[in-house]
């Protein structure tokens, strides 16, 4: 190292390092590689190697019953805190429950029925020790909106209900295929910014929605879109009720108050948690007392006492209505993985533990599957719920079995207690929840980071917005591909040049500091060479080489003589590219210039081997190093007049 | 280089190169930038840089008509050239119009008309010198089925042919579209791979289509595939004609014959060139003396005499045909545009000149809107018939014209000598066209350099061959972008080793003679880190650690404690791959691992730097080569107990 000018010691261009073809592998093999590389990643096998069976078995149970593996150990300073948490978040799980069923059309006590029986799957199923298992706004609102183009819940509440199950039994359906398919990796399609950017646009939509409710409107439009929300709350100005209003932007203040409150002073989230229930009943008082239902305020009305009616005979499989279903349960059962994952996998990182996103999956595919059996619908790992819990010092699942017994014990007895719950408060809880979700201050650091990342997240928004949350999440997943697509088609290409005192060749934009070496052109290919990139690397390459001719030319230095491809970062080449690459040789060949390659992977040295273009471009002009390349160029420049190496005379016949 | 141990000169310790991060550009002049590259890789504007505004006018009219460029140039010896080759295609260009008219169920006159006007306006606008313009196969087949789907071309003839001009029209406008708009990279997306299977799909497909001619039967499916056409065929064994197999056999033979004879000599191209034309001759004649026609063996009847009748007012742009018609031109026109752009490509390679794909793109797409509504149909550059114009030693696109004044002969003095030409041998000249498309050769070259690529190019081939054209085609193009996705989503990872004697690390698979470096592991990920792969880095990365761990442990040697990630290969970083790393880095200080990282790129530092990573890994951590990274680790490994550096304690609180 740290030779300024090019006085290599000889041994370095006599005998640069070789560059290796990889070892051939059978082909089943290298299939075989390929294939646990992309379903089994995470090595799940890994821990049945050298076991008796018996031994196996008791893992493969606990592989799908995590609770088989932790219940053992539990202890009662565990129970202690799961309770406390439980209870919490079931104070939380009442009224928001019922929210959301309002939200997706469906009958209040819906709402409590998913709060029931999915945790308590959840809690034998599930390897987070934090999630709480609920149903959640955007998924209700996607039902509501994608079953209400094929059924009008008002007209047709049975048959829409029935429509919600199927929904929910897809979804479970595809959710545990997805788990034991391997094929976890699809939700990580919805990148971060596409996440950030439709949660903020379901919100948004959600809140609009809701206008409704404040506003005290019997007649509201089905589109969910911004402009038909807007024209439909602002052609009937007279029907506006101001009591529902006054009551409705009470609450929401208490409730925004309560979570600010305990934003500033994280020690009281209680507060916060407790604020829905504590609005529920405080509203519900006041009707009763004021007999406001009368003046306008509309409420919940009679709620069925009992647990969970059996709906497996509700499932519908006949063929209108079948698709819809299917479609619904899809898109939705997509949204709900997103959602319960990521928040599954934020929580463990914080306790230092590890979540499988396909046991994950596996987890909430049963619990919907079983819901859609029990009069629930979609139910996943919502955030805000998942949060008081894990404030709320949960250690367990447990937490989500002690939800369910407060659920139970509200079905069985105290649902007559919501008989006079004004909707406007339900609609505030939602308000006040949704806001939580329109992470601005994400998107303002999309902005500065990545460019691409907040154009992916804006799309969604618009989309969501101005659109429907299909067509937003459509854009924002297109674009997202578009980018990694863009990626392979337009790859980067670097002039390098020589860091000073080192034989290290960097990008000379990065490194302005770095220097040209006389005669040689040095180019690094930022992507793999494949069909998407081939025509454009020839154009790019041609053009480079070009723009160097003119620079020499024009300054009258010496003549371009080589050409050095750095394929350091070429994962790997198609046939597309070995013609190119081929067809770049031919081209260098005609303007007497000499194509060296420095680096080529592992990859790349196989198919170039294969296709036989090794001997085309001459293994003698394959490097390890950019370093050694050049050392070779320079080396021939400067000796080869009196000394042309034999079997390679056409090199030299310009110098 | 060439310090086998790890003394390294102290300089590259204390005062390792920096890694820099690239001075900040912009937004406006990074988008401007990333968009020139996008749209305008082979920078078409170099040439109008610093030249009075007359002058840009003239280059801009040469950009649209290359006439103009080398018409001046043109010489007597040229036109000697173009003259003899002009001829040849015609003698090809006459019976290949007619048979494929008639694969279009197109009347067989449209077949003259298609080689008359758009060869013209190619001559015109093209840039390729070998390419002969022309109707092909396989748009020939790929209209008739989608037309055929929503029109009978039996019942209603008219209607039917309006609607293949409508199609014509979209497909020019689309082309031209496409290349206005620096949209030309789409074409790309079709592979060589895909290219290959398809075509041999589709020569397949329209050989089954000739077994209606050659049987001489009435009746037949209008579906493509393989099995219904088999099923037609041998539904009606009592209805084969012996005379038309017999017929078509012997032409069949004899096309084949002359095909290899020119194959094996050259110099005698001219003989297989000639032989459609013969067949025709000879056949009509054969026909005309033995009154063949009334003995079941079908004939052309009456061609009109006259030059292309306008067909502008009959473009149908009513709207249960507009989307059929659409679908057509847009699918067609791109398959027309890339075996036209293919075919262009290779011989101006042979030649040595350029191929502009976009200013290609326009003059396909002018060619084809100017057909339009000259009564032609879709027209592009056939292989077959190009290599004939090249072999036969075409100089410009004279022969173009050549070629379209002879047909202009045909069309106003001969065609009343195709009444008697029998269908059938028009079904040998396809038959015998076609079996030169399937290149099985390329096939088996795919299948031993790529296996990939022979997965896309079967699929296409089994796509087009049992389900249809279009099915083969989608099948093909997702294989290929899946196959873009799964690099970028399963990027490869791998431990690199000390290449002895030196300071470079190499992947040890590649390189197995490659040495480990105690108590450090080195990882290269070989992918941009995006959000479709930053879930799958995080548990592969964990896994290496925790397999060198684990290696480490059984063999009681020194315990890990550095991690350097090479980031060499990483293109860029989105804001998933951002957090993910940022996890990474929280996973190994709570392993009490510490990170570096090696050589990140321009955009990676940039990326890190706006997301304030760097402070958070630690400036420095990141080091400009991984043997400066392990340099560095090696000096803090064997000397930190006495003197740790400041600032930094809490690396080696393991040590």
Not at 80 to 87: E, L, R, T
Not at 517 to 526: A, M, N, Q
């Amino acid at each position: 190292m740290g030779n300024p000018d090019y006085a290599y010691p000889s041994t370095n261009v006599d005998c640069p390092h070789r560059v290796a073809i990889p070892p051939p592998q059978p082909f089943v093999k290298s299939l075989q590689y390929n294939l646990k590389e992309t379903f089994f990643p995470d090595d799940p096998f890994r821990q049945f190697k050298n076991q008796p069976l018996s031994r196996r078995l008791i893992l493969g149970l606990q592989y799908f019953f995590p609770i088989l593996e932790w219940a053992p150990r539990y202890t009662l300073d565990f129970l202690k805190a799961d309770f406390v948490s439980g209870i919490t978040i079931a104070s939380l799980a009442i009224p928001q429950g019922i929210s959301y069923a309002k939200l997706a059309n469906l009958p209040p006590i819906l709402g409590l029925y998913s709060s029931f029986v999915p945790p308590l799957v959840y809690a034998m199923m599930g390897s987070s020790r934090d999630l709480a298992v609920g149903t959640v706004a955007v998924a209700s609102l996607l039902t509501a909106s994608m079953l209400g183009n094929e059924v009008n819940a008002n007209e047709n509440p049975k048959l829409y209900l029935h429509l919600a199950f199927t929904a929910t039994f897809f979804a479970g359906v595809f959710q545990a295929c997805l788990g034991l398919l391997r094929l976890g990796f699809i939700v990580d399609f919805l990148s971060h910014a596409t996440i950030v950017g439709f949660m903020a646009g379901a919100a948004t939509v959600v809140c609009l929605q809701q206008l409704k409710g404040i506003l005290g409107l019997v007649q509201f439009t089905h589109a969910t879109d911004l402009v038909s929300v807007m024209r439909s709350v602002f052609s009937q100005t007279h029907e506006w009720r101001w009591e529902s209003a006054v009551l409705g932007c009470g609450f929401l203040f208490f409730l925004l108050l309560t979570r600010y409150f305990s934003k500033k002073k994280p020690k009281f989230f209680w507060i916060s948690a407790m604020a829905p229930l504590t609005s529920v009943i405080l509203g519900s008082l006041l009707v009763y007392l004021t007999h406001a239902e009368k003046h306008g305020v509309q409420v919940i009305g009679n709620l069925k006492k009992g647990l969970n009616p059996p709906s497996f005979g509700d499932l519908v499989f006949v063929s209108p209505y079948l698709t819809t279903a299917l479609k619904t349960g899809i898109i939705t059962g997509v949204i709900a993985l997103a959602e319960g994952i990521a928040v599954g996998r934020s929580f463990a990182m914080f306790k230092n533990y590890h979540i499988d996103g396909n046991k994950e999956m596996i987890a909430f595919g049963a619990m919907n599957i079983v819901g859609s059996c029990t009069s629930c619908y979609l139910t996943t790992g919502p955030f805000s719920r998942s949060a008081v819990n894990f404030n709320a010092g949960c250690k367990t699942a447990v937490s989500n079995i002690v939800m369910a017994l407060a659920v139970m014990l509200t079905l069985l007895f105290l649902t007559p207690l919501f008989h006079y719950t004004p909707l406007v408060v339900l609609a505030s809880i939602i308000i006040s929840a949704m806001l939580g979700l329109i992470d601005y201050e994400a998107a303002i650091h999309l902005w500065h980071v990545d460019k691409f990342d907040f154009l992916v997240c804006m799309g969604a928004y618009l989309g969501v917005v101005f659109g429907s949350v299909e067509i937003g999440l459509v854009i924002a997943v297109a674009i997202s591909l578009l980018r990694v697509l863009l990626f392979v088609a337009r790859p980067k290409t670097f002039v390098l040049g020589n860091i000073p005192d080192s034989m290290i060749y960097r990008n000379a934009e990065q490194y302005p500091n770095t220097n040209n070496v006389p005669g040689v052109l040095i180019l690094e290919i930022d992507a793999p060479i494949y069909f998407a990139n081939s025509s454009y690397l020839r154009e790019r390459i041609t053009r480079w080489v070009n723009e160097e001719e003119d620079k020499l030319r024009s300054s009258g230095e010496t003549t371009l003589q080589y050409v050095i491809l750095d394929m350091g970062a070429v994962g790997n080449i198609d046939t597309s590219g070995l013609s190119m690459l081929e067809e770049i040789k031919k081209v260098m060949d005609r303007r007497e210039l000499k194509l060296v390659l420095a680096n080529p992977g592992a990859e790349v040295m196989k198919k170039l081997n294969k296709a036989k273009l090794i001997e085309k471009i001459g293994q003698e002009w394959i490097y390890l190093t950019v370093g050694e390349a050049v050392a070779a160029c320079n080396f021939m420049l400067h000796t080869c007049k009196q000394d042309p190496p034999k079997n390679d005379s056409e090199a030299y016949s310009n110098v």
